[in-house]
């Protein structure tokens, strides 16, 4: 009989930048038996994000294989075998390729949310809140902003538990 922590499920674990969301995901999904699947969406195009890389593939041991999906989340997600933990970091960073790869974005996101509303397996999704702070002066970045709200929302309104991460601590909100 599955339980809550391996039935079919997504968690949602939102939060600022350096608030522990990808520490806190790891710890949930390392409970559960190994293979556990890590999808990345992070492109290193510079020398700070490399390090970056570099800190989260050192802190991974054993039992993690990486997938790297910088644009089709969707596709990587659909082709997981069924059953698999899989830790998807991060929509932000996937958000932001969408758009600069001048993709559509509408369907990009209703593609993506018709795959995360049905996980097969214990699926862990993390992203950024990135509407706290001041209204950005470019254009750009607030198109992103509200971009984000909007896909946050609906991940939220799909998902089976919500956590926002303050300060290295989860709040539940889900
Ligand atoms: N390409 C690639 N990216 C990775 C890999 N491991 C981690 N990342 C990326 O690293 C990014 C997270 O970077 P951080 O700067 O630590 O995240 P943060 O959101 O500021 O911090 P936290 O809230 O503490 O998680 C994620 O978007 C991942 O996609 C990897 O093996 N390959």
Do not use: D, K, R, T
């Given at each position: 009989m599955p339980d809550e922590t391996t039935q079919n499920r997504l968690t949602f674990l939102l939060g600022g930048a350096r608030s522990g969301k990808s520490l806190h995901a790891e710890r949930l999904i390392t409970?559960?038996?190994?293979p556990w699947t890590y999808i990345a969406t992070a492109q290193a195009f510079d020398d700070e994000m490399r390090e970056r890389v570099a800190h989260h593939r050192d802190r991974r041991a054993q039992g993690w294989q990486t997938l790297n999906a910088p644009l089709d989340l969707a596709g990587t997600l659909r082709a997981l075998p069924a059953g698999a933990p899989v830790l998807l970091d991060c929509l932000t960073l996937w958000l932001t390729n969408v758009m600069l790869a001048d993709h559509d974005v509408e369907a990009a996101v209703t593609e993506l949310c018709g795959v995360l509303a049905r996980p097969t397996g214990r699926w862990y999704a993390v992203s950024n809140?990135?509407?706290?702070?001041?209204?950005?002066?470019?254009a750009l970045a607030r198109r992103f902003r509200d971009e984000q709200g909007r896909l946050n929302q609906k991940i939220a309104a799909l998902a089976d538990e919500v956590l926002f991460m303050v300060a290295g601590l989860p709040m539940k909100v889900k």
């Open positions: 409970a559960l038996p190994a809140e990135v509407g706290l702070s001041i209204v950005p002066e470019n």
